[in-house]
T-cell receptor, first 112, second 119 residues
Framework: NAGVTQTPKFQVLKTGQSMTLQCAQDMNHEYMSWYRQDPGMGLRLIHYSVGAGITDQGEVPNGYNVSRSTTEDFPLRLLSAAPSQTSVYFC???????????FGPGTRLLVL | KQEVTQIPAALSVPEGENLVLNCSFTDSAIYNLQWFRQDPGKGLTSLLLIQSSQREQTSGRLNASLDKSSGRSTLYIAASQPGDSATYLCAVRPEGLYAGGTSYGKLTFGQGTILTVHP
């Protein structure tokens, strides 16, 4: 199993540009989520999904959209990038609330 | 609101020493607690998962304990090695959010303990 994969590993955007961060898992996990990690702020939940077709907002959802058309994929869309979205983004998945949460390697995003 | 605190923020020890990392949380209504390791510039690697009904879990030189009623967990690392140097994060999975009729336990993370083991 590849586990949780994320692309790209690193991205530079200009303010106002849009992009999609890709996340995929091959463990048939129902639960998937996106976090951002910032110095001094720790990891914060952006959006989450409990299964295909079901998504909801986390702590910091503004400026981001998600969709879950398949069990495997959970892309995160930045609608109009802002410098405040400069961060490291992690995708995670788990089978349910009682199983281990697995994280992807992260995407480093720099918005100029 | 669930809050998770890790003490100390940083720890430097000589190789071979046994050490304890601490994690406390404010709301005891949790599904479980998970310890992670994060190397610089990398993702999070799960070390141990303790369910709310369990007292401890062990994996190799690592032992994690959970006292749910007092809101505390410890990660014990035996015979530390330079390769153990990393940031250690604890996260609790509180009972909570709902989406589509399913309860989703949002992980709440501590700020982490930066561990340095020097030769």
């Amino acid at each position: 199993n590849a586990g949780v994969t994320q692309t790209p590993k690193f991205q530079v955007l200009k303010t106002g540009q849009s992009m999609t961060l890709q996340c995929a898992q091959d463990m048939n996990h129902e639960y998937m989520s996106w976090y951002r990690q910032d110095p001094g702020m720790g990891l914060r939940l952006i959006h989450y999904s409990v299964g295909a077709g079901i998504t909801d907002q986390g702590e910091v959802p503004n400026g981001y959209n998600v969709s879950r058309s398949t069990t495997e994929d959970f892309p995160l869309r930045l609608l109009s990038a802002a410098p405040s979205q400069t961060s490291v983004y992690f995708c995670a998945s788990s089978e349910d609330n009682f199983k281990t949460q697995y994280f992807g390697p992260g995407t480093r995003l720099l918005v100029l | 609101k669930q809050e998770v605190t890790q003490i100390p923020a940083a720890l430097s020890v000589p190789e071979g020493e046994n050490l304890v990392l601490n994690c406390s949380f404010t709301d005891s209504a949790i599904y479980n607690l998970q310890w992670f390791r994060q190397d610089p510039g990398k993702g999070l690697t799960s070390l141990l998962l303790i369910q709310s009904s369990q007292r401890e879990q062990t994996s190799g030189r690592l032992n994690a304990s959970l006292d749910k009623s007092s809101g505390r967990s410890t990660l014990y690392i035996a015979a530390s090695q330079p390769g153990d140097s990393a940031t250690y994060l604890c996260a609790v999975r509180p009972e909570g959010l709902y989406a589509g009729g399913t309860s989703y336990g949002k992980l709440t993370f501590g700020q982490g303990t930066i561990l340095t083991v020097h030769p």
